[in-house]
């Protein structure tokens, strides 16, 4: 019997979902999929066609597809923070090759070394948090773990060199994450002046510390050391400003992941008091913080979609795309499937003690070749920042209410009122 042929996709909206999704919120896109079914057409500006998915069968489905091009976000990205060579960018061999050498940075042995820098980072930030009076901790979360990543990429231990360093980088994320930036990675701007600034700013202080040690000679047991160490045909000088720039945007995620985590944790009784004890006995394994990050992480994804182009026509869900089109895998919608996630807008870290949740469907770190290759970075920093936290004091909301959702970009968001919280410290 043939098999029946695929329906085109129904006309999309005249607003695009990137618009409604800003406006009112990653729920917005609840009433598309509820209109459409699984696959929801969409258009984007200097994007063109798109469909979104929440399935995880047809998110696994594009993965594997032969003519998805799983590095097209990544270099439109790459135009915006000045980089042509890292992991989110290549494919094929040239991906798998300096995979292989970036591993090494945030995998096995570098761990520690980054642990050491976090913990570091997370005392300071500690220090620095008002007792009793409500404050934003986002932005002492932001430059807790921007200064963590530079201490274990260049080793830099001086304050002022420690400052320096972070805030270049801590200016190109930003820059990279308005609009105009977004516009000119897929070319609605010429130019935007202040991330080219930011990028020079921060390519400048690789390329004099990488001459610096050449001509010392010196072996440096951190993420800039290991490259030069690494013996690859892939790592030229360029492709190595480009990972260590990539190496320090970590915290672009870690900062808003953490935050979240934060702000949905101190709002269910009894939360912090677990993770406080946890933070107090000293064991080498902390099975209930781990559930809170994951948890938080499901609720308030810091990354909500992950698009990929298709290079070829493909059948999704019974609906013919055409090539060119990009899918578009909603992750704040993938996270919240009742028939996964029972309750699903309830904050329940326990769905997480000792069970894991069906392939694909959780995945705040992407998915698939290109899946950030840090996760386990990122998940140490959460739980260095959790603890230092919990052994200082009690955290409480600021506000009964929930915090809104920011907006970055139309990928990244943050908590609206910058995590606001009151920390009774512990005698």
């Keep these: 019997m043939p098999a029946s042929p695929s329906a085109p996709l129904a006309a999309p909206s005249a607003v695009p979902a990137a618009v409604g999704r800003m406006l009112l919120g990653p729920s917005y896109m609840e009433r598309r999929f509820a209109r459409h079914g699984e696959v929801v057409p969409d258009w984007a500006p200097g994007f063109g066609r798109m469909v979104w998915l929440r399935d995880p069968q047809l998110i696994e489905q594009v993965l594997r597809s032969p003519g998805a091009d799983l590095g097209a976000v990544g270099r439109l990205f790459g135009r ?45 930030m500690v220090d620095a948090c008002p007792v009793g009076t409500p ?64 990028r020079r700013a921060c390519q400048a202080l690789i390329r004099a510390e990488v001459t610096r040690r050449r001509r010392a000679g010196a072996a440096h047991d951190d993420a800039l050391g290991r490259l030069l160490a690494a013996e690859s045909a892939e790592l030229t000088d360029q492709a190595l400003s480009d990972q260590i720039v990539s190496y320090m945007f970590g915290s672009q995620t870690s900062s808003p992941a953490t935050a979240w985590v934060i702000e949905r944790a101190v709002r269910c009784p009894g939360v912090w008091d677990r993770i406080a004890a946890e933070a107090a006995a000293g064991a080498d394994d902390f099975p209930y913080t781990e559930a809170v990050i994951q948890e938080g992480l499901r609720l308030r994804p810091p990354i909500t979609l992950l698009p990929w182009r298709l290079r070829r026509p493909c059948d999704l869900g019974g609906r013919l795309v055409p090539a060119g089109t990009w899918a578009v895998a909603s992750i704040w919608d993938l996270h919240r499937r009742p028939e996964v996630y029972a309750d699903p807008e309830a904050f329940r870290p326990e769905r997480f003690l000792g069970a894991r949740p069906p392939r694909g469907a959780w995945l705040p770190f992407g998915a698939g070749p290109h899946a950030c290759v840090a996760s386990r970075l990122s998940f140490l920093q959460i739980r260095e920042m959790l603890h230092a936290l919990a052994r200082r004091g009690r955290l409480l909301p600021a506000v009964r209410r929930d915090e809104g959702i920011g907006h970055g970009s139309s990928i990244d968001t943050y908590p609206a009122r910058g995590c606001r919280v009151v920390l009774h410290a512990r005698p």
Aim: charged share 20%; glycine share 4%; hydrophobic share 45%.
């Design 135 to 198: 404050f934003r901790l986002a932005p002492l979360l932001d430059q807790a773990l921007s200064q963590a990543n530079v201490q274990a990429a260049v080793s830099i231990d001086d304050p002022r060199q420690l400052r320096d360093w972070s805030a270049a980088f801590l200016a190109l994320r930003r820059s990279s994450a308005r609009f105009p930036s977004v516009a000119h990675s897929v070319g609605l701007l010429p130019r935007y002046p202040p991330a080219a600034r930011a």
């Design 80 to 124: 915006a923070i000045g980089t042509a060579t890292t992991l989110q960018q290549l494919s094929g061999e040239q991906h798998r090759a300096m995979r292989r050498v970036v591993v090494t940075t945030v995998r096995g042995d570098a761990l520690d070394g980054c642990r050491k820098a976090t913990s570091a980072a997370a005392q300071r």
